[in-house]
C-alpha cells in the first residue's frame, strides 16, 4: 500500500468514524446537558478512555486476532504490511468471513433504517417504504436466505459468516433499543421527574458510546484490514465527535441530511464487502471515494435548505 492510499484510507474511515456517531454525539450532547460541570468535565476528559481508546482501539484488533489465531497479538497488528507467504494465506483464508459478516450486518443496518426508523426524506421513494415498515423482516429475511445460498456453494464457512452478521446485528440491535430507552430516562431526571445520580448516566454513556461504535468498526474492514490504519482512522474520527459533542453539536443538528448520507455509504460500504468476500476484486481507493461522494452529496443538500429563500 504506497503512502497515498494509506492517506486516502485513513481520511475515509475517519469521515466514516463520524458520521456513524453522530447520534451517539446527539445523546451524549443531551444527557451532558442534564448533569454538572464538574461530572460533564470528567466525562470528556477521562470518560473517553474506555469509550474511544478502548472499544475503537482494541475490537478491531481483538476481531482479527479471533479470526486469525496463529497470528498472535503482534502478528495480528502487522499482518497486512507482512511479506510472509504464511501470514498473507492465513488473511487471505480468513477475509471472506469477516467481510461477509461485516457487510451482511451493514447492509440489515441500512434497510432497519430505510423501513424502520425515523428521518428526514432526501431521496424520492424514502417516504413510501417508511410507511410500509412491517416489511423489513421480510426482506432482510430473503436477503439472508440468497446471501447464505450462493455462500454455502462457495464456503460452509462463508455461509456461516453471513449469520454471525446477521446474529450481530439483531443483538447490536436490542442493545441500541436499551439505550435509548435509558436516555430517555436520563432526560427525565434532568427534569426532576426520575432521580439518578451523574455517575449512573456516566456509566450509561460510556454502554451507549461502547454499542454505537460497533457499526464504524465492522465498516472499518470495507476500507482495510490494516489495523494501524483503522486505529489512526477511527481514533481520530472519535477524537473528532467528542468535540462536537463538546462545542458544535446544535450546528450539526442542522444538517438533516447527514444522517442519510451515512446510511447509504452504510449501505454501499456492505455492498463491496459481501462482493469482495465472494472474490470480487474491489479496488482500495472506491470504499473511501464513494463515502466521500454520498456524504458529500447529502452535505450539500443540506446546505442547500438551510439557505435563506429570498424573495
Do not use: C
Not at 223 to 251: C, H, K, W
Amino acid at each position: 500500500m504506497d503512502l497515498l492510499a494509506m492517506i486516502l484510507t485513513v481520511a475515509g474511515l475517519s469521515v466514516f468514524e463520524v458520521i456513524m456517531s453522530l447520534d451517539n454525539a446527539v445523546i451524549n450532547g443531551q444527557v451532558l446537558g442534564t448533569m454538572s460541570k464538574k461530572s460533564r468535565k470528567w466525562f470528556i476528559t477521562w470518560g473517553m478512555i474506555p469509550s474511544v481508546f478502548g472499544v475503537r482501539f482494541l475490537l478491531p484488533w481483538l476481531i482479527v486476532l479471533v479470526a486469525i489465531p496463529g497470528l498472535g497479538l503482534w502478528g495480528s497488528l502487522t499482518s497486512t504490511f507482512s511479506s510472509d507467504p504464511v501470514v498473507i494465506e492465513a488473511i487471505e483464508m480468513a477475509a471472506p468471513m469477516l467481510l461477509i459478516a461485516g457487510g451482511t450486518f451493514l447492509v440489515f443496518l441500512f434497510f432497519h433504517w430505510l423501513f424502520l426508523e425515523p428521518k428526514n426524506y432526501g431521496l424520492v421513494g424514502e417516504k413510501i417504504i417508511a410507511r410500509n415498515g412491517i416489511w423489513f423482516f421480510a426482506v432482510v429475511s430473503v436477503l439472508l436466505a440468497v446471501i447464505t445460498w450462493f455462500a454455502i456453494e462457495k464456503s460452509p464457512l462463508l455461509g456461516f459468516g453471513a449469520v454471525i452478521g446477521s446474529t450481530m446485528f439483531f443483538i447490536t440491535h436490542g442493545f441500541k433499543e436499551n439505550a435509548e430507552k435509558k436516555e430517555k430516562e436520563m432526560l427525565e431526571s434532568g427534569k426532576g421527574r426520575i432521580k439518578m445520580s451523574d455517575w449512573s448516566k456516566i456509566m450509561y454513556l460510556e454502554v451507549i458510546d461502547a454499542t454505537f461504535s460497533i457499526d464504524g468498526i465492522l465498516g472499518s474492514f470495507a476500507f482495510t484490514f490494516a489495523i494501524p490504519l483503522i486505529l489512526i482512522g477511527n481514533g481520530i474520527g472519535a477524537l473528532a465527535v467528542r468535540q462536537l459533542t463538546v462545542s458544535n453539536i446544535e450546528n450539526i443538528k442542522k444538517y438533516k441530511y447527514l444522517k442519510n448520507g451515512a446510511m447509504y455509504s452504510v449501505f454501499v460500504l456492505g455492498i463491496i464487502m459481501v462482493l469482495d468476500s465472494f472474490g470480487a476484486h474491489i479496488p482500495i481507493w472506491l470504499s473511501p471515494m464513494v463515502m466521500f461522494g454520498v456524504v458529500g452529496y447529502f452535505f450539500w443538500k443540506s446546505r442547500k435548505e438551510m439557505r435563506p429563500i429570498k424573495k
